[in-house]
């Protein structure tokens, strides 16, 4: 079985969250979760690295110790501190802080006052209102922790989408490798990117069926094979991720393709204008069934192209592909000229280690730069939150003075001054307006008192954007996928009111925040309202995320003119100017 580099950093950030409800030192805790941080980005295979007999200590957050671990892990699969740890506690008490409403303390307090030590355990305390009896908890944390085991029954079986792809790519690599094997897709909601994945759905054409299967099975992340036919097999990947190869014929491709790309609502509205017209659609084929059965003609069914085609439709993008009216659009020839990776021109968010960031300005600058990037928002956070050492006003003025210094030796890269500064619960900032004033962008979000009233909410963030140096809504409902709920806000008010004061919102592209969401793009996009694309970039590495962010505004029909920057720096800084 191969160890993946999220495989690492899954159990480092587990060993993470169990020392932290044992109430362990915080620099400690910390430092497992750099080093999961640091594994989790990096752009080559940690295993390799161990194969290859490399430095694993020259790594950012790496030690001697921590080298030690992630070759046990790479070697053993394992790590024995964490099964030691696990004895000692219990595994689900670290799955429980991804519950909302659960920090370590209170972990620590139901497991230690309840002996709940399962999720099924912590269900039924709540069921039977025991939890709110706890010290430090209550009713209101009680039915939180009820809503939100409900929420996560639906979502458990989820795979996000760059944690899929680690696994997706390699595979694809794999089956293109063998013989008599054509071409070969992901389809399904990886297709049509997707922020999470169900399962995967794989297709191969080959007139092998059989012998293509056979190494299918055979394949070194396979843990478990469900069934195994001629043409079609489903096996279980080691992370649990199920996997469907679908095998077919060179003339069947297309139709095979489109059918198993879905959505299924998608596929009904095509299969419902073949019945109109006379026609059968199937993942074989465009069927003529004026004829006797056995004589129908495939009248298409290589080419998803020439299947549209046959109903007057262009090609329609996987992405948009969801019944959310697009095949109207396409009917009436309003498709949207979708935004791709190519027309993004700089980012608009990122932190350095001035923050909480792990690498240098001038390191983030130079990695931007050999991305292509024309421009990078520093966007370190304000003091605020606390979580990091964010920056002061006086310690921002020495921030501008440092990013004029450097824009002056820089030649290919503008680096913007900015900062992501905090809304506080009553909706004013977290720096005052003399030093924003200054600035290029001011970023500005919201990461506390998530539990607001949506009322409440919107008027706090409606007062921020009041503030005539607000520029851009960072991450603008602060959900965590699979972790943590949007907060309840009106987001049609928000827009309106960004809309009016000459506010913009972030589609934030953190592969697990992707936030805003594709139905709130396409929302933004009807209003008019123009959203960045920003990665958000904790290191240098993480500047590649960009392309989960235009994943998910191409599924939100967003085109180059609605996302910002898609602009040189000169058009967008007047479209800033408020
Ligand atoms: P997932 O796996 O939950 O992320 O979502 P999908 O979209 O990958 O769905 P999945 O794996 O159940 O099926 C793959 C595609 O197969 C789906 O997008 C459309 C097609 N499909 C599946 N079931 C049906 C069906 O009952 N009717 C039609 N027309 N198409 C279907
Ligand atoms: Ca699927
Ligand atoms: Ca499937
Ligand atoms: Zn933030």
Same mark, same amino acid.
């Given at each position: 079985?191969?160890?993946?580099?999220?495989?690492?950093?899954?159990?480092?950030?587990?060993?993470? +969250?169990?020392?932290?409800?044992?109430?362990?030192?915080?620099?400690?805790?910390?430092?497992?979760?750099?080093?999961?941080?640091?594994?989790?980005?990096?752009?080559?295979?940690?295993?390799?690295?161990?194969?290859?007999?490399?430095?694993?200590?020259?790594?950012?957050?790496?030690?001697?110790?921590?080298?030690?671990?992630?070759?046990?892990?790479?070697?053993?699969?394992?790590?024995?501190?964490?099964?030691?740890?696990?004895?000692?506690?219990?595994?689900?008490?670290?799955?429980?802080?991804?519950?909302?409403?659960?920090?370590?303390?209170?972990?620590?307090?139901?497991?230690?006052?309840?002996?709940?030590?399962?999720?099924?355990?912590?269900?039924?305390?709540?069921?039977?209102?025991?939890?709110?009896?706890?010290?430090?908890?209550?009713?209101?944390?009680?039915?939180?922790?009820?809503?939100?085991?409900?929420?996560?029954?639906?979502?458990?079986?989820?795979?996000?989408?760059?944690?899929?792809?680690?696994?997706?790519?390699?595979?694809?690599?794999?089956?293109?490798?063998?013989?008599?094997?054509?071409?070969?897709?992901?389809?399904?909601?990886?297709?049509?990117?997707?922020?999470?994945?169900?399962?995967?759905?794989?297709?191969?054409?080959?007139?092998?069926?059989?012998?293509?299967?056979?190494?299918?099975?055979?394949?070194?992340?396979?843990?478990?094979?469900?069934?195994?036919?001629?043409?079609?097999?489903?096996?279980?990947?080691?992370?649990?991720?199920?996997?469907?190869?679908?095998?077919?014929?060179?003339?069947?491709?297309?139709?095979?393709?489109?059918?198993?790309?879905?959505?299924?609502?998608?596929?009904?509205?095509?299969?419902?204008? @073949?019945?109109?017209?006379?026609?059968?659609?199937?993942?074989?084929?465009?069927?003529?069934?004026?004829?006797?059965?056995?004589?129908?003609?495939?009248?298409?069914?290589?080419?998803?192209?020439?299947?549209?085609?046959?109903?007057?439709?262009?090609?329609? !993008?996987?992405?948009?592909?969801?019944?959310?009216?697009?095949?109207?659009?396409?009917?009436?020839?309003?498709?949207?000229?979708?935004?791709?990776? +190519?027309?993004?021109?700089?980012?608009?968010?990122?932190?350095?280690?001035?923050?909480?960031?792990? @690498?240098?300005?001038?390191?983030?600058?130079?990695?931007?730069? @050999?991305?292509?990037?024309?421009?990078?928002?520093?966007?370190?956070?304000?003091?605020?939150?606390?979580?990091?050492?964010?920056?002061?006003?006086?310690?921002?003025?020495?921030?501008?003075?440092?990013?004029?210094?450097?824009?002056?030796?820089?030649?290919?890269?503008?680096?913007?001054?900015?900062?992501?500064?905090?809304?506080?619960?009553?909706?004013?900032?977290?720096?005052?307006?003399?030093?924003?004033?200054?600035?290029?962008?001011?970023?500005?979000?919201?990461?506390?008192?998530?539990?607001?009233?949506?009322?409440?909410?919107?008027?706090?963030?409606?007062?921020?954007?009041?503030?005539?140096?607000?520029?851009?809504?960072?991450? !603008?409902?602060?959900?965590?996928?699979?972790?943590?709920?949007?907060?309840?806000?009106?987001?049609?008010?928000?827009? +309106?009111?960004?809309?009016?004061?000459?506010?913009?919102?972030?589609?934030?592209?953190? !592969?697990?925040?992707?936030?805003?969401?594709?139905?709130?793009?396409?929302?933004?996009?009807?209003?008019?309202?123009?959203?960045?694309?920003?990665?958000?970039?904790?290191?240098?590495?993480?500047?590649?995320?960009?392309?989960?962010?235009?994943?998910?505004?191409?599924?939100?029909?967003?085109? !180059?003119?609605?996302?910002?920057?898609?602009?040189?720096?000169?058009?967008?800084?007047?479209?800033?100017?408020?």
């Amino acid at each position: 079985m191969p160890i993946y580099n999220s495989d690492v950093a899954d159990i480092f950030n587990e060993v993470a +969250d169990l020392l932290e409800i044992e109430g362990a030192n915080q620099y400690r805790v910390r430092a497992y979760r750099n080093a999961a941080r640091t594994i989790s980005t990096l752009s080559r295979n940690v295993s390799d690295m161990v194969e290859e007999g490399e430095d694993l200590t020259e790594l950012r957050g790496i030690g001697e110790d921590l080298a030690g671990k992630i070759e046990e892990i790479v070697k053993s699969g394992d790590l024995k501190q964490l099964e030691e740890i696990e004895q000692r506690t219990s595994p689900a008490l670290a799955k429980m802080l991804d519950v909302a409403g659960l920090g370590p303390k209170r972990v620590q307090t139901i497991y230690e006052e309840l002996d709940v030590t399962t999720m099924e355990e912590l269900r039924e305390a709540a069921e039977q209102g025991k939890i709110r009896d706890l010290h430090g908890l209550g009713e209101k944390t009680e039915k939180k922790i009820l809503e939100d085991l409900e929420r996560w029954s639906a979502e458990e079986d989820r795979t996000r989408r760059d944690v899929a792809e680690e696994r997706v790519e390699p595979l694809l690599s794999f089956l293109r490798s063998l013989d008599n094997v054509g071409r070969v897709e992901a389809a399904g909601s990886y297709r049509r990117k997707k922020e999470t994945v169900g399962d995967l759905d794989v297709l191969a054409i080959s007139d092998a069926g059989e012998e293509v299967i056979s190494r299918f099975v055979e394949y070194e992340d396979v843990e478990e094979v469900v069934s195994q036919g001629e043409t079609r097999s489903t096996v279980v990947f080691k992370s649990g991720l199920h996997v469907d190869l679908r095998v077919v014929e060179e003339s069947s491709y297309g139709a095979a393709l489109l059918y198993f790309t879905g959505s299924k609502q998608h596929n009904i509205t095509l299969r419902n204008m @073949a019945l109109d017209r006379g026609l059968k659609i199937n993942e074989y084929g465009v069927w003529d069934t004026t004829g006797e059965s056995s004589e129908q003609k495939q009248l298409a069914g290589e080419t998803e192209e020439e299947i549209y085609d046959l109903f007057d439709l262009p090609w329609i !993008p996987p992405e948009l592909r969801e019944d959310r009216g697009e095949v109207e659009a396409a009917q009436k020839g309003e498709l949207p000229s979708l935004v791709t990776l +190519d027309d993004i021109r700089g980012d608009l968010q990122s932190h350095t280690t001035t923050s909480d960031g792990r @690498a240098s300005l001038e390191e983030m600058a130079q990695a931007a730069q @050999a991305l292509g990037r024309e421009y990078l928002a520093v966007t370190d956070h304000s003091a605020y939150i606390g979580v990091t050492q964010g920056l002061e006003a006086d310690e921002l003025e020495e921030r501008i003075e440092e990013i004029e210094r450097l824009n002056e030796e820089m030649q290919d890269i503008i680096l913007l001054k900015s900062v992501e500064v905090d809304v506080m619960e009553d909706g004013s900032l977290d720096l005052p307006d003399d030093v924003l004033e200054k600035l290029d962008l001011v970023i500005f979000a919201v990461h506390s008192h998530f539990d607001l009233s949506a009322d409440r909410q919107t008027e706090r963030i409606i007062r921020a954007m009041d503030n005539p140096n607000c520029n851009v809504m960072a991450h !603008p409902t602060a959900r965590q996928i699979g972790k943590r709920p949007a907060y309840e806000v009106d987001m049609g008010r928000l827009m +309106d009111a960004a809309l009016e004061r000459g506010c913009f919102l972030e589609l934030n592209a953190q !592969p697990d925040r992707l936030d805003l969401d594709d139905v709130y793009c396409k929302m933004a996009k009807e209003r008019g309202l123009k959203v960045t694309i920003s990665t958000d970039a904790h290191g240098t590495e993480e500047l590649k995320f960009i392309r989960f962010g235009v994943y998910q505004a191409r599924r939100g029909w967003l085109s !180059p003119d609605d996302v910002l920057n898609t602009r040189s720096w000169d058009d967008l800084e007047a479209l800033l100017k408020r």
